[in-house]
Structure formats: structure tokens, C-alpha cells
């Protein structure tokens, strides 16, 4: 396997379009708005955005006035549902089952109350108002200190407090730690409720078939096999009989990573007997799907002159809202990554994930990374400078190593390029002279640098289930077809797992076709999510395409008599080494498919289990000019550079790194889903709520790391989420530099930095 | 393997409605006329049907006037087309490349000329007429013996003959066998144009995605792989980018065994990017796709005084039509099976596949055997008369038995229950006292029994290709999913494989899905033909599963702590031989499914090629009665003992002989495609094409024998062809039994038996 990583790639390393862009980029892709079933009814859904409490119990439900409209096919209530509770979070482990698909109570303003199937949107809409609603008012909380107070209003009945998970995970001994340290630091960092804002809503299409009991879901979903298994257990339909296929997505960052919209919609195709189309609105994917987490961190550290960390004490508190979905994830992981980043022999990590009367938090790009690393990386440059060190200095000196134990997970890691980030990070931007200029600005735009490191995983183990599958079939004019089961959202991964069976078969790009998202189609896998695509589903198809290969290489050896280990594949053909004796790919398919003795179809099989969680890393630095006079801060340049282990697609890396450093500014300066103290949300829309936009977004530099991860496909991790963390205390850090404020609440508005410059800070 | 098959099967061996059934019967089965996608085009084609001549040269073809017709979208002809060759037949082995999508020839009376895709049928259908055509009329022959000699009108200006195949199979010393003979015996045989009519038309939905290059071809074909390959092949389309997908299929018969209308509709959309779609008319099936071979069978027996035979000279002229499709096939198969079917030490076969300029013959359920079937046991029940033997007794006498060497095919018999069927079916219809009082009628109305026996291949081995590959899935809630690619017509194999597999994985049949005839979600398989379904892809089907049992119990192994050889699976659990220890299949699955280092899909993967073609055996016994002044004939009983190895879903077995009395008695006395001198068909629809209908059907017994074949799965063999082959000798005897007239021309219509009456004969 080595042996031939050291030779020549031919399509992984090269940058190619995305196969699927051409049709996407047409509008002939088929997104889910686009399937029409003759028949089909569109459903819609009565939520509590406009009840008066954001906790109530439902008193009274009238749906009489609805269900006589001409055109309306079925209204159902919470009377009507299985009353068969499941977790939202895309793997069954460490699942809450507290959802319903529609339950008697609402735990926040946007909680679904009923929902209407009919013969078009509008008459579905209609129904909506007819629907009879008396609530009775349950006292509600909003802030989680306040939620996880004992006597706080009980948001779940069933539970005992409004913790839906507590986390804690430790190492050394924090009371030495605290004792050896020369100076300890304490900060309390905050962070905002940050949407999604994919820009196609979550939708499915749910088809159930009266007289055979197969049902058939379209989705918009990352995780199309947990979209089974969740409609099987809710609805009762044995899995065998589900298929679910994930169409044209468009974006998901793991707001389509939850079990959102498919077990209302196929209960109401079951109890129609026809297609039923449910497609949210932009309002409802803002307030009743999911947001990143807003959380409050506490950080302790210790610290010598020298700047040797000698102690660490973490506390995360999540506001999951009313819901508990990923939130156990969320703190989970949060407990074994930025924890782990720098060296530290004494920590004491506690993460709470609680339920408040609030829009709902899961999973979203950089799963708690954003949270955590903002507090720490921050932090840490509050120390650089308390201690008279050069933050990146610093840094370096503390960072996590190759063939370091990762403290927060037990793990070895067998590559890390993040000292090689670092580094060629602060050469491009100019680190040392930027960072000396900045003490001596005057007038009223300052300019500033400043820098933050990540570590992220490329799957879940050890502590999720790991395992991915993959089927690569030959055919007999020499090309494959690879079925997995990954999703791609947009970002490219179908492009990035063809490529890999294309270079382990010896073919062009363009022979290889993929069969996806389709779970009559290909083996099970748990979905999209975590990073896991490239390196799990990576290594899934590599181990197939070379079942597949060898398989090949068999029937060739057979045919040219040569020893199968001097065959290999290149360019369409079996070539021998060291000898001009070739057959090519088809010719050996088309002799042994057909012919009984040597008979059979290649199928390459797999199914991949990791040895590790195969951490990537990276390092940003951004330059800002900040208006002393307005609180305006300007953006003016990034330089992100990742350790990826090996970029399959150069061009689709770059693309994720351009893609989460204007995700991270956001996060960093403007998004803030905001409620007001009923907690109605109050820019549920994208007039409101700001996103940066392609003005907005600064010169980006980016630099591909290549630090080979042995367990990698071609030596790849992952590159998606990480990135996402580190803009914004890059930037936070950045204004530091630049005038001497410290923000520990994000996002850094306006409004928000002009009152702390008023103040003095 | 055989210890299992010992213990009590739970699945197999019981009668089971058909899984799709429901479905079906209540109308919501999608066939391919359900289907419509937006933007869809209508295609029709015009045929040379009304052209003057059945030969000719186009010599000029003016398309402009049809263009120009509002509606129409693209009118095609034989310049349009690209000039590649290609055979319709089922497997590239053997194949004769004639073909065209469109040709600058017509070669019989409903050849293609041109095709027009138009936004609705009527405007296509209006189209066709404004297509101007002139002919230059060429030499036309119609009968095959005519067309064989030299200076004969060459109607594929390529071959050196008219003789699609030649084929030569024999064994001993012919001559010698002939000088040992007491007796010898000749006759000619001939038989009609038989018609599939299967209730459902032929047709094709293609969807060419002209900014990906991929195209799903929608098809009601028997061979969705076949499918792809030739599409592949003439359009120059990689394999990688097509997708076949079987629709629901109203019977196939054989008749959609070919490649016929596929290469032109995805040509047609093609063209237009546009979804085409294309449904032959009942005309279009009769004269224009396939029809079975109209054959002439010359026999010469040598036999001795007791009944041995001593030397067979068969010739078999099989008038293929214009195009060669499957005539090598057919004629290749007729060499290996009546002729092995009685014991005989010097034989010869001689056999030729003649092109005319009429309509196409090609594969039909039987494949050779009814016409070769009909000359041999007509004829064997003339030489028993002659020697004053009874026939059956003579048959007895000379037929193959298990272990037998089967001389057509030089492969030795490891099961053959022919001599219990014989015997059975006698004792049923109470042969020998019914055969003796024939003699003792008076009156018009005269009453006959008769028999015959056939031998028919569970597959092509050795000649074809012999492979079949299936996959099974395991479900976390312990339901499974097969994946295969044969071709469910109608026939109920979907189901006979679903229950293969619930046997074997120790489920209930309602725990299996099936996911078959999308050539995206399985494995290749040559397609449903040869009787091939229930051994080739139940073997394969078992292995598969078996392969999955394998990896549960390995896992169950693991998590029991018992050693894996003790466990076995039974109504969806584990259990340990000899003790109360279990666990079920869905437990294991999810323990093992989700964590990471037990972790993985089970996928179960086979690739079947068989050590034998298995044939399988049946004798039926016919009685009539014959009205002498009419011709009339009546069957009254037909008593069908059938060896099929192991009944799997006897309730499909029964059904599956049922069908082949009343499509064999159609062959005996009533169904012929009639030509008039000019090569026009005269009954190309249902009121003039006369089939038995329900009330035609005399009573028939099923007798199912099991003579268990070692190499079927659980003892199985092929079901569906041979006993197609045996109810015209068997009738035709009876008659000759009755009133002492032997019909040696087909069918036996009630003007042909007058007149061979009033003849005196």
C-alpha cells in the first residue's frame, strides 16, 4: 500500500471541477422542490411561533374548521400521532428520545402544533388558520445558568432537571496544577446563537404505498440511513421496506445532519395513502430546526514564567434549547478536541448541555470547535501578553505534537502539521513586522494581526460508532461505478471519493460513475457528519475500488500467466512491471463476465473501521482595520493554512477553506440569532439576519499542509469544519492587536465594540 | 450444506401469493406506461408494414414535410443514425451483427424505416404519414429452404448466404447404426409462427441528460444488462453512465429477450435531450418484434425389433426471419436436448437458421424444444404403433435416466425423475385402460389419449455464459434485502428468490425485500431466459445470504461465546444447537453495526457459475375427443407431471404448468401467424391471432415430482420452458390414438384435421 502511495498519482493531487457541477450550475439538477408525484399533496405545519408562551400545554385542539376546507386531505394533531418518542441526533448512541412528531405541550415559539396535508401550498396554509389552538401558560426560562438551577420550570416532564448531558473529562491533577502555577488567568467567554442558513430549506417527500407497505423518502438529509431507521422505529414500517433517497442538496453544515421533517412527513403520507411534499419555509428552517449551540465557557488556567501551561479547568455550559438532538454530541466532543490542543498535565474539563425554552441547537460545522476554541485561543493571548510573550510564540511552545498522546481522547497522533501551519502561516502574512507596527498607530483606523490554532477529528471514534462501506463494480468497457452511501451537501464530496476510486483502479475520472444517497443502493453508513466523509468514506472506497483491483489483477495474471504481484493498473490497462505487456481493464472484464469458468462479476466490497480519529489541524491569522470612531471593523485579509494530510481535490480544499473563514467571520462579527424575552425570535429571516456576503469577505490566502496521515486514503484527513473555529478569535485576537480591547462575546458588532470602546473597555 | 437441507425447510416448499402481487392486482404497479416525466416525447415508427414489397431498397426518404409539423420535435431515418452493427440477442457469445437502429433497407413487410419523437402521440402518429418514402424493390424469398440455396435473393448483402448458423451434433457411426436397424423410419414435421402475446407491449422510456451524459433507460425488457451493453455499444455512451431499469413487465415470454426498441428511443432522446418515450402498438409487437421459429424437422430412425433404437438423422430448418437475433441460439440449444432425451448410440443432428424476408424469429419460451419436441415424440409414438409396442412403454424403454450421460451435451444426469413423472401421469390419467377402449368406438365423437416426454437446461452452461451474482443486506431491526438483477415478467421469480433467501438467513419471507432490475443497485446478471432464474440466481441468491448468515454468526459467535459450527438461524434468531441459548438477528446486527470494532455492513456477495446445465424433466398425457365431422377437437384433461428438483413456491410451479399446457395447446390446434404470398402478416391482432382462452382449457392435473438436483439450490431446478414443448405431441397422439390420423404439421386447426379426414388419410 506504501509502496504504491510512493509512486506517481495520476487524479488524486489534481484539482478537478466537481462532476456533478456542470448539472447543478445548469439548473437541471434535481433538488426536492422539483419532484412531482402525480397525486401529491403538500403539507404544512401549524408551529407555536405566534402563541403568546414560549411553554405551554396544548389545552385544546380543534382542527374540525380545518378538515372541512375544500381541498384539505388530512389535519393531524397531537391526538392523531404515534406516541413513540425518538432523538433527533443522527446516531442512536447517547440519544435523547424526547420528540415527538407532535407532542400535547410546546417548548419554545416555533414548536410544531399540528400540520395539514392538502391539494396545493395555499389551501394548506388556509387550513393552518382554522386550526383551533387554547394553550395553557407554563412558566418558561431562557438562560441556561437559570435553567440548570434547581427549581427551575421543568421543560421535560420525564427528565429530573433540564441537563441533558454532563461531561466530564479530566487528566492530572488540577489542585497541583493550580498550586505550581506562577500566575492564573480567568475569563468568561460567550458566544451567540449562529443559523445555518444553507441555502436550500430542509424538505422531504414521503411516498407510501397503501398496498405493498413500502415507503419511498425523498430528503434533503445528510444522513439518509438514520432517516430509515428513525421513520422504522416511529412509524412501526420494518426497515426493509423504507427506502430513503437523499436528492440534489443544497448545503446542509450539519443543520441537515438531525431528523427534522421526515417522520411528520411520512406519517402523514401513511394516513393520506398518497405522496405527501413538505418543504419548510425560511422562517421555520431559522426558528424550528436547529442553530449552533450559544454557550458560555469558563476558562482557569495555569501558567509559569516560562509559559508552561500547569493547569487547565473548563467549564462549558450549551444552550441546547428546548430539545436535547446533538447537544450530548456537541459537549461530548467539545470535552476531546480544543481540550487536547495544547499541552497541559493537569485538566479538569465540565461540559453541561442544557434545555431552555429557546430554538432548538445541534449540530453545526465545527461542533462545539467554534465555542471552545474562540474561549481558549483568546484566552491564550490574553496570557502571551500578561506573560510579555509573542502570542504566536507562544503558541508554538504549547501546541500538540506528532507522536503526542491528544490528552482529551487517549489517542496517538500519527501526523500533525499544525507547527508547519503555524509557521508558514505567519511567513505569509508577515507576523513579526505586523505585529511590532501595531503598538505605534495613531488616528482613528487601526490596523491589527492576530492568530488561532484548531484540531479537529476526521470521524467519531472512539466514541460514536465508526464504520464505513462501499461497493465498486467493474464493467466490461473498462469502467466503475462506486456506491457509498456518503451524502454530499455541496461541498463536493462525490467528486472527491470518485477521484479516490479512479487513482486505486488506474482510471480517468470520467470512468468512473457513483451511485449515492440512495439506501436501496448502497451498504449502510451512518451519514455525513463529523468530517468523516473524505477520510471514512475515503478509505471505504479505496478498500473497495481495491477488492475490486485485485480481483482484476487475478483474472489478468491468469490471462497474460504473469505473477499477479508484478501487475498493476494504470491508465485503462493491467500493465506488467519492468515489461511493455499490457491487457487492458475491459478486455479482462469482458473475457471473464462472460465465460463460465473464469465467470463473475467484480463487486469490490468494503467496510471500514478505523484505527483512529486521525485529527487535522490548522492555524489562520487575519489582519483587521477597526474604526476607533465608529466600531466598524474591516476584515482585510486571511491566511489559513490546514494540514488536510493529503488534498484528494486541491481546488474543492480550497473551497472549504474559503467557505469557513467567511462562516467563521460571521461568527465572528455579525450573526446573532436574537430573541426577544418572550423568546419570539426577531430576525428569522435573511433581511435580519446578517451574513457576510462576497463584499464583505476579505483577501483570502490559502495553504495547503500536506503532513501524511497513515491511516488516510492517499494520506488524507478531514478539512471541512475545523477551519470554521479559528476566524473569529483570529480576528478578536486581530483587534486586541489593533486597539487594545478584548471582546469575550461574540459575534464583535458594531454597536457591540463601539459601546466597549466608549467604556473604556 | 446438505445437513441443513435435511432439516425441516421453513420457507421453501410452502406456497406463497406472489410478493408483488397486491400490488398488481390492484392496479397501482407501475408499468411503463405509467410513467411520465416532464418534457417527455412520444416516438412511433414507420414500418415498410404498407410498402409494396418485402424487400427493397430505400431509395430515397424526405423527412422535411414531417419536421414541419407542429408538435414534432425530431424525425430520424436511416442517414441519421450512427452506422454501428449490432446483434439483438441476448449474450455477445455467438451474436450476429445485422442490425441497425435504422437501416437504408426494409427486409420484411414492418421493418423500421424511420421514427418520429413529437410532444403527444397523435401528432407523432400524423407525422409518420407525411414521411416520403420511395422503394426499389429487391428479390424477396419466403421459404427457407428456397432461401438456403445458392442463388437465392441475398437479403444481408454481407453474409455470403442466407444461413444465419450451422449447426452439426453427433456421436457413434450414423451409417452403421442404420445397418444394424430392423426398422427405419422417416418423417417431416413442420410447425407454425407461434406469437408471444404477452399482454403488455414492448417499450422503452429513455432520459438522456445532455449536460451529464448520463441516460436512464426505462424498459421492458427481460435483460436490463444486455440492455445497457448494446445501447452502450451503438451510442458510443460509456457503461458507467447508463442506468437500465426493469419496469414492471405484463409477461415476456422470450419476446423481450432481444435488444428491440432501446437503441432507438435512447438514440431518439439523444437527439432531443429530452426524455422519449416509446410503446409499441399490438400490430408493432405481432409483425415487428419476434415471433417463435416456424421450423421443417426431418427425421430418420433406425431401431430394432425390441425396441432399441439404433440410429437418429435429424435435420432441422428454422426460418429465422430477416434478422438472426437468437436464431443461433435456438438452433444450438434444439442440438443438445430432445436429441440427448432418448437413449440412442448414433445420432446425428443437423441444424440451420435461414434468414427470409419475413418477420423475425427469435427466443420463446421452449427455445427450439416445441418444434423439435413435436417431430421426436409424434414420431417415437408412430415407431411404438408400427413395433405393436404401446408408446408408453416404448418411451420407458428407451428414455434418459440419472446417470446418464446426456450425449447432446456430453454432461452426465445427477438427477432426472422423468420415469416417476411417466408413470406417475399414467396412473393419473389411467393410460392403459383408457388406450385400449380407444379402439372400441363407434360414432363421430371419438375419444384418444396420448403422451410425450421433454428434457429442457436449468441454464446455457456449457455454451453460453454461466454466471449470476446477487447481494444480500442486513438490517439493523434483522429484515435483510436481496439485490439481483433477474427479471421478474410475471413470472413470480421475485419471489421465489425472496423466499431462497428467507430460508437461508432463517427469516420470514416477509422480512426479505427485494431490489431488482435497476442495473444502479445490483450486480450484473445476464437477464431472465433459459429457464436460468431459480437455479443460476437462486444459487447465487443462496450464496449470498449464506455468506451473510456466515458473518452474523461469526458475530454471534463472538457475543455468545459459542463456537460458530453450533449456531444456526431460525425465525430471525441465533440459537445454539442442542441449548436454550439465543439471540436475534436484529440484536446482533445493532450491537455490531454501530460500534466501531465489531463494527460493519453486513453485505452477503456471490458470483454463481453452475458445474452443470441440471435439465429438467416432465411427461404430459393428453386426452381428447374429436368430433369426425367437423374437425373439431377437444382436450379434455391434460395431466402435467413435471421433475422440477424441489418445488420452492409450488403454487408458482403449478401456476407456471397451467400457463405452459394452455401456451402448449395453442401450438397444438390453434395459434399461427399467417403471410400472405407477399410476405404481409394477415393476423396481426387479437381478433384474427386466435389463443385458448379460459373456457378452452381442459382440466388439468399437476403432478409436481422432486427429484432432488445436488447442484440446485435446496434441490431446485428450472421450471418455466419445457412443458411448453409437450402438450402438442401429446395431443396430436391422442388424436392419432382416437381416429388413427397422424398430424405431422402444426397447428392441428379443426379445416386441417377435415380435411385430412375427408382425405381418407
Redesign the interface.
Known amino acids: 500500500m506504501i509502496k504504491q502511495e510512493q509512486e506517481k498519482l495520476r487524479v488524486v493531487g489534481k484539482s478537478s471541477p466537481r462532476i ?1 457541477g ?2 447543478e450550475a ?1 439548473g ?1 439538477a434535481e433538488y426536492i422542490t422539483d419532484i ?1 408525484i ?1 397525486g401529491m399533496l403538500y403539507a404544512k405545519i401549524l408551529t407555536s411561533i405566534n402563541c403568546p408562551y414560549a411553554h405551554a400545554r396544548i389545552k385544546r385542539i380543534d382542527a374540525s374548521k380545518a378538515e372541512k376546507l375544500p381541498g384539505v386531505v388530512c389535519v393531524v394533531t397531537h391526538k392523531d400521532v404515534p406516541r413513540v418518542a425518538y432523538s433527533s441526533k443522527a ?3 447517547a440519544g435523547v428520545y424526547d420528540e415527538y412528531i407532535l407532542d400535547d405541550k410546546v417548548r419554545f415559539k416555533g414548536d410544531k402544533v399540528a400540520a395539514v396535508a392538502a391539494v396545493d401550498e395555499d389551501t394548506a396554509e388556509e387550513a393552518l388558520e382554522l386550526i383551533d389552538v387554547e394553550y395553557e401558560e407554563l412558566p418558561a426560562v431562557f438562560d441556561p445558568e437559570e435553567a440548570m438551577k434547581p427549581g427551575a420550570p421543568k421543560i421535560h416532564e420525564a427528565k429530573d432537571q433540564n441537563i441533558t448531558i454532563r461531561v466530564r473529562n479530566e487528566w492530572g491533577d488540577i489542585e497541583k496544577g493550580f498550586r505550581e502555577a506562577d500566575y492564573i488567568f480567568e475569563g468568561r467567554y460567550e458566544t451567540s446563537i449562529q443559523a445555518h442558513c444553507a441555502m436550500e430549506p430542509h424538505g422531504c417527500l414521503a411516498n407510501y ?1 397503501k ?2 407497505g413500502d415507503i419511498t423518502i425523498w430528503s434533503t438529509t445528510q444522513i439518509p440511513f438514520q432517516v430509515l ?1 428513525v421513520v ?1 422505529e416511529v412509524l412501526g414500517i ?4 423504507i427506502r430513503v433517497i437523499k436528492t440534489f442538496t443544497g448545503g446542509g453544515f450539519g443543520g441537515k445532519d438531525e431528523i427534522l421533517v421526515e417522520p411528520l412527513c411520512a406519517f402523514l403520507s401513511v394516513k393520506t395513502g398518497r405522496p405527501v411534499k413538505l418543504i419548510l419555509t425560511r422562517k421555520e428552517v431559522f426558528v424550528g430546526t436547529r442553530t449552533r449551540h450559544p454557550a458560555v465557557i469558563y476558562l482557569k488556567t495555569g501558567v509559569k514564567k516560562d509559559g508552561t501551561l500547569t493547569a487547565r479547568y473548563v467549564k462549558a455550559i450549551l444552550n441546547g434549547g428546548a430539545y436535547a438532538g446533538a447537544t450530548p454530541g456537541v459537549v461530548g466532543a467539545m470535552s476531546t478536541r480544543e481540550i487536547g490542543l495544547y499541552r497541559c498535565e493537569n485538566v479538569k474539563f465540565e461540559g453541561f448541555g442544557v434545555y431552555t425554552n429557546t430554538p432548538v441547537a445541534a449540530a453545526f460545522r465545527g461542533y462545539g470547535n467554534p465555542q471552545h476554541n474562540f474561549a481558549v485561543d483568546t484566552h491564550m493571548d490574553e496570557i502571551a501578553e500578561k506573560l510579555g510573550m509573542d502570542p504566536l510564540e507562544f503558541k508554538l511552545k504549547n501546541t500538540i505534537r506528532e507522536g503526542d498522546i491528544n490528552r482529551g481522547t487517549g489517542i496517538k497522533l500519527e501526523s500533525c502539521g499544525l507547527q508547519e501551519c503555524m509557521r508558514k502561516g505567519a511567513e505569509r502574512i508577515g507576523w513579526a513586522k505586523k505585529r511590532s507596527s501595531a503598538s505605534n498607530q495613531k488616528g482613528t483606523r487601526r490596523r491589527g494581526i492576530g492568530m488561532a490554532c484548531f484540531m479537529h477529528n476526521s470521524n467519531v ?2 466514541y ?4 464505513s ?1 462501499a ?1 465498486v ?1 467493474v ?3 473498462g ?3 462506486a456506491h457509498f452511501g456518503a451524502a454530499d451537501m455541496g461541498q463536493g464530496s462525490s467528486t472527491t471519493l470518485a477521484k479516490i476510486a479512479a487513482e486505486e483502479l488506474g482510471m480517468s475520472l ?4 457513483i ?1 449515492t444517497g ?1 439506501t ?2 448502497v ?2 453508513d ?1 451519514g455525513s457528519y463529523g468530517s468523516r466523509t473524505t477520510f471514512m468514506m475515503g478509505n471505504a472506497v479505496r478498500e473497495a475500488a481495491r477488492d475490486a483491483k485485485m480481483q482484476i489483477i487475478a483474472r489478468a495474471s491468469k490471462i497474460l500467466n504473469v505473477d499477479p504481484g508484478k501487475l498493476f493498473l494504470e491508465n485503462g490497462e493491467i500493465k506488467v512491471r519492468g515489461k511493455d505487456k499490457r491487457i487492458s481493464i475491459s478486455e479482462v472484464v469482458k473475457r471473464t ?5 473464469e ?3 467484480i ?1 469490490g ?1 468494503s ?1 471500514y ?2 484505527p483512529s480519529n486521525a485529527p487535522y489541524f490548522g492555524a489562520q491569522f487575519a489582519e483587521v482595520e477597526v474604526d476607533t470612531e465608529t466600531g466598524q471593523v474591516d476584515v482585510l485579509r486571511v491566511v489559513a493554512a490546514h494540514d488536510v494530510g493529503k488534498a484528494i481535490n486541491p481546488m474543492a480544499v480550497e473551497g472549504q477553506l474559503e467557505g469557513m473563514v467567511s462562516m467563521g467571520m460571521g461568527f465572528a462579527l455579525i450573526e446573532e440569532m436574537l430573541l426577544d424575552k418572550s423568546g419570539s425570535t426577531l430576525n428569522a429571516d435573511f433581511l435580519d439576519y446578517k451574513l457576510p456576503r462576497a463584499r464583505d469577505m476579505p483577501a483570502v490566502d490559502t495553504i495547503i499542509v500536506e503532513r501524511r496521515e497513515p491511516s488516510g486514503p492517499f494520506g488524507a484527513k478531514g478539512v471541512g469544519e475545523g477551519g470554521v473555529a479559528v476566524t473569529a478569535p483570529a480576528v478578536v485576537n486581530a483587534i486586541y492587536n489593533a486597539i487594545g480591547i478584548r471582546m469575550k462575546k461574540l459575534p464583535v458588532t458594531q454597536d457591540r465594540l463601539l459601546k466597549a470602546i466608549k467604556g473604556g473597555n
Open positions: 456533478t456542470a448539472l445548469s437541471l412531482k402525480p446516531l442512536p448512541a404505498n398496498i405493498t431507521r422504522s420494518k426497515m426493509s421496506k471514534y472512539p460514536g460508532s465508526e464504520c462501506s461497493l463494480k464493467n466490461d468497457d469502467t466503475a461505478t470520467e470512468n468512473i460513475n451511485v440512495d436501496a443502493s451498504p449502510y451512518p463476465l462472460y465465460s463460465t469458468k465467470g463473475g462479476v463487486v466490497k467496510s473501521s478505523p
